[in-house]
Structure formats: C-alpha cells, structure tokens
C-alpha cells in the first residue's frame, strides 16, 4: 500500500465512522473500486484505534465525568440508582446500550464481516439503513415534544439498534441515531448519546484486533499504518465537530439522499 492510498483510506474511515453513511461499507468499496489490494487487518486496527483515539479525544470532559461519578455513586449507594447522578446514570446508559452489540459481536462479527463483503450485500444495506434514517425522521417530525434523555429500557432498545452496524453499509452513527430518534431523543441529543454509546465498541474492537493482529506489526510497513492512522484520526475530529453542529439545525435526509445515490451506483457496477 503506498502513502496515498494510507491517507485517503484514513480519511475514508475518519469521514465515514462518525457520519453516518457507514465506514465498513466506504472501506470494502474503495479498494474494489480503484482496484487497490484488500487492506491488511493490521492496517484496519491502525484506523480503528485512530477513530477510538479522536472519539476521546472529541469527549474527554464527558469520559472523565462520567468515570468518577460512577465509581463515586457506586462506592457511595451501590444499587440504589435513585441517589445517583446523571452523568452517573448516562455511564450505566451507555454500559447497558453496548451490551446487545458486544454479546452479537462476539459471537457473530467474524462470521458476519467475511460473508457479506460483496458490493450487492453493501448496496442492500445501504438502502436498509437509509430506510432506517428515514423512518427516524418521520416519527421524529410527528413528535411534538423531543426529549434529552431516555430510560435505561429505552438505552437497550438503542443497543439493538448499533447491532445493526454489524452489518456493512448500515452505518454504527446512523442506527444508534436513528434509534435514539425514534425512542423520543432530539436529534442533538440523539447524535451525542450515539457517538458516546459508540466509544466502548470502538474501542473494545481496535483492542481486540491489535491483539489479534500484534504478531504482524513487525512485518507491516510503518509508514502506511502511520499516515492512515495520522489521516483518521484528524479527519475524525473535524467528523464528529462536524456533526454535532450539522444536527442542530439540519435533518438527516441529506445522508439519505447520498446512501441511496451510492446504493444505486453500486447496483448498476455489480450487474455491469
């Protein structure tokens, strides 16, 4: 892999991890389209930690809060969820939302990640999340109050939803998002409580594949995995700054226009 191509895919995964038009999707297309080789599981380890270092990065005030309040109210009430505080209970949200993922990941994400790997199998899922995004909005305009928060119930229902990132093309930021929306999160709020709900699975998956993957670092080429992993982690940032404010004032159906169009285009490339 040369340089270029280190950058452009770090930009890829930097872009498409936090908007959510799906990075897994993006990652299996441009190689094919461009004829470049398949990326080496090293290198998608070097891009995932680069997104899991720029989430931190983006949320670090938020991960501190969060950490020390917890631990606070859990020395101090233990089960007694009642006394505890809101950055407390947003750490038990995001601990409960990742569960669904973490348990289906584990037990299917290979399986999952090898077989659809086609460019049809990611035009299809395109569409499925576009849907997604859709029916999101939808339920979301005939909403007349939207709220800043959701139940411990309604977290796990969103958790379901980030399992459908499993699958390429339907988007981790888009489902979580939509999923939020759906159960009655602003859109804001929706956006903030995907992308930290997606810190631990981030996370948890550039571990795991640098565990997986340690023994070839040695053989690896240094400088692609350097500037991939300089390229996604600065383009990562301005991704997520980016979208918090694009949500504010903007819907989504921008990114459902876009997905549909890929969809499209990739459909006609298969059959051609």
Not at 198 to 208: C, E, K, M, N, Y
Not at 219 to 236: H, L
Request: proline share 2%.
């Amino acid at each position: 892999m040369s340089i270029i191509q280190a950058i452009i895919l770090g930009a890829v995964q930097g872009i498409t991890e936090f908007l959510p038009i799906s990075s897994s999707a993006h990652l299996i297309i441009f190689p094919k389209l461009f004829g470049w080789e398949e990326q080496k599981l090293v290198f998608d380890t070097t891009l995932h930690l680069a997104t899991a270092l720029a989430l931190i990065i983006c949320f670090w005030k938020d991960i501190v809060s969060i950490v020390k309040s917890f631990f606070k109210d859990v020395l101090k009430y233990k089960t007694n969820l009642t006394h505890y505080s809101s950055d407390s209970i947003l750490g038990l949200k995001i601990i409960v939302g990742s569960i669904p993922v973490g348990l289906v990941g584990l037990i299917f994400g290979d399986l999952v990640e090898n077989f659809f790997r086609s460019i049809l199998s990611v035009a299809i899922f395109l569409l499925l999340g576009s849907l997604l995004m859709y029916i999101a909005e939808k339920k979301h305009k005939k909403r007349l109050i939207v709220k800043d928060e959701i139940s411990l119930a309604k977290s796990f229902k969103v958790g379901l939803f980030q399992v459908l990132a499993l699958l390429p093309g339907v988007s981790r930021s888009g489902a979580t998002l939509s999923g939020g929306m759906i159960f009655g999160l602003s859109r804001k709020e929706a956006t903030r409580f995907s992308f930290l709900l997606s810190i631990p699975v981030v996370l948890f998956a550039g571990v795991s594949q640098l565990i997986s993957s340690f023994d070839y670092f040695n053989m690896a080429d240094f400088a692609p995995m350097f500037f991939g992993f300089v390229s996604s982690f600065i383009v990562g940032i301005f991704a997520i700054r980016f979208m918090l404010k694009f949500v504010k004032d903007n819907k989504l159906y921008s990114f459902v226009f876009y997905r549909v169009g890929l969809a499209v285009f990739l459909i006609i490339l298969s059959f051609i």
